[in-house]
């Protein structure tokens, strides 16, 4: 069986993700910047998805983004209170998608619960796991469906790459490598840059190398991290051995300073497979089987490719689930108590990490 769970709605003979499987769900969007763009263009796609409501900070930018794509209300900023918090007393709303910078993801996330709203929230969900364990126990306390946006769980290609390496075709896993790095031009201002935003590399682009070890092989016994820290305390580039009791090991590397290829090889005793670029949205894997012939398998994209993953948010939420089997609570806090070692390794620490708890 393949170590993360294949959504329903890419196996073999299911109804398209674009096709409706329930009651409609009315949809809030948290933020008016590129990523919330590109959803709510995946949301129009879904024939059960309806955009209700949008929010930012400024007026001028909240009615624009709600006029583009037809949400029904617009929240901003002003006498009212914070434009997400005007949104989450919208009784209209059932659930909400959390684009914000990473540093705010846990306490807007955590106001949408606290106001009854299911949440999708883009990765990292969090800063650290404590913020992580806590959101996760507010939605089980509520009866809400939580989930990290970590949407290339949900492609059909990277289901078909845990297929193969779950059929036992090229043998036992015993290796995996993967990059994910571009130049982002210095700014300190800028999210990826900024501490206070949860800025670096690790945070931001690191899930998606690490999706590539986790279907292959699962979470590791140990990480050893390495990497560069700027002078403002963000890791500009990084890169993570993970050992595992087998032997088997994953070579990981994220950077904002260099232009890598962007793809990711799994090697097995018995050949190989390789996705081309961009490894966390791939159309192509190529699979070598060591004594066989090379085959490439392709696999057209979808709107933006987030509308896998937005059908298996509204999927769950029309079955009563709280967590999706894809992406559960429990990977996304390994995952963050992972990134907290990577982290601690490199030196690097945030606000978030020294907030007091919230006392429920």
Request: glycine share 10%.
């Amino acid at each position: 069986m393949p170590r993360i769970a294949t959504p329903p709605c890419v196996e073999p003979g299911s109804p398209g993700p674009l096709e409706a499987t329930g009651r409609p769900l009315r949809w809030g969007v948290v933020s008016t910047g590129a990523i919330a763009t590109l959803i709510s263009e995946d949301l129009t796609r879904l024939d059960d998805a309806v955009l209700q409501a949008v929010s930012s900070r400024n007026q001028a930018n909240a009615v624009a983004f709600q006029r583009r794509f037809g949400f029904a209300t617009a929240y901003f900023d002003g006498a009212a209170g914070a434009g997400y918090d005007q949104l989450f007393a919208d009784p209209e709303v059932d659930v909400v998608y959390v684009a914000t910078p990473h540093g705010q993801h846990y306490a807007i996330a955590r106001r949408a619960l606290e106001a009854g709203k299911h949440v999708l929230c883009e990765k990292s969900l969090t800063i650290n796991a404590r913020e992580a364990v806590e959101l996760t126990e507010l939605a089980a306390a509520r009866g809400l469906f939580l989930m990290e946006a970590v949407w290339t769980r949900f492609l059909p290609i990277i289901n078909r790459a845990w297929e193969i390496l779950a059929s036992g075709e090229l043998g036992e896993v015993r290796w995996v490598q993967a990059d994910l790095g571009f130049p982002a031009v210095y700014d300190p201002a800028a999210r990826l840059w900024n501490p206070a935003a949860g800025g670096g590399a690790l945070l931001d682009l690191g899930v998606y190398p690490l999706t590539w070890a986790l279907g292959a092989l699962g979470f590791p016994q140990t990480v050893s991290a390495t990497g560069y820290v700027n002078d403002d305390g963000v890791d500009a580039q990084n890169a993570m051995t993970l050992s595992y009791g087998s032997g088997a090991q994953a070579q990981l590397a994220c950077s904002l300073q260099a232009s890598s290829p962007r793809t990711a090889t799994v090697a097995c005793t018995g050949g190989w497979l390789k996705s081309n670029a961009p490894l966390h949205h791939p159309t192509e894997l190529t699979v070598q089987p060591h004594l066989g012939e090379v085959r490439v398998e392709t696999f057209p994209s979808v709107g933006h490719g987030y509308v896998f993953e937005l059908r298996e948010v509204t999927r769950c939420i029309q079955a009563g689930l709280l967590q999706s089997p894809t992406m559960p609570w429990a990977d996304t806090v390994d995952t963050m108590r992972l990134f907290d070692g990577v982290r601690a390794q490199l030196g690097v620490s945030y606000a978030n990490d020294h907030a007091v708890p919230v006392a429920d």
